[in-house]
């Protein structure tokens, strides 16, 4: 069974950055697209980022583009979302998830398997 741990959240001020990592077990991280995704509260949950399990090509939501990047690191089977310029309305659960599966890469719908969630505050 695949387990996924995410880590580095925390309360930051608005204009710093962040690195969320996500730890993969239980498979090779190479076989899975990972995703990254963040639920404020009453909200629902939204894409951020994404990358390929394929050419290890990358997505992210207009919400975040430039500001964010993802990455991954199959040898360490460990993905990261490093977040710059933080704003308050980054403020949210932030969620890893992995999917072998294809189809639109933003949707929520598609990820098999999700982490625990690591909260990111961004404060002004």
């Known amino acids: 069974q695949v387990q996924l741990v995410e880590s580095g959240g925390g309360l930051v001020q608005a204009g710093d950055s962040l690195r969320l990592s996500c730890a993969v077990s239980g498979g090779a991280l190479s076989s899975y697209a990972m995703a990254w995704f963040r639920q404020a509260p009453g909200k629902e949950r939204e894409f951020v980022a994404a990358t390929s399990n394929g050419d290890g090509s990358t997505f992210s939501a207009d919400s975040v583009k430039g500001r964010s990047t993802i990455s991954r690191d199959n040898a360490k089977n460990t993905v990261y979302l490093q977040m710059n310029s933080l704003k308050r309305e980054d403020t949210a659960v932030y969620y890893c998830?992995?999917?072998?599966?294809?189809?639109?890469?933003?949707?929520?719908?598609?990820?098999?398997?999700w982490g625990q969630g690591t909260q990111v505050t961004v404060s002004s």
């Open positions: 998830a992995a999917r072998n599966r294809g189809g639109p890469m933003v949707d929520v719908r598609l990820y098999d398997h």
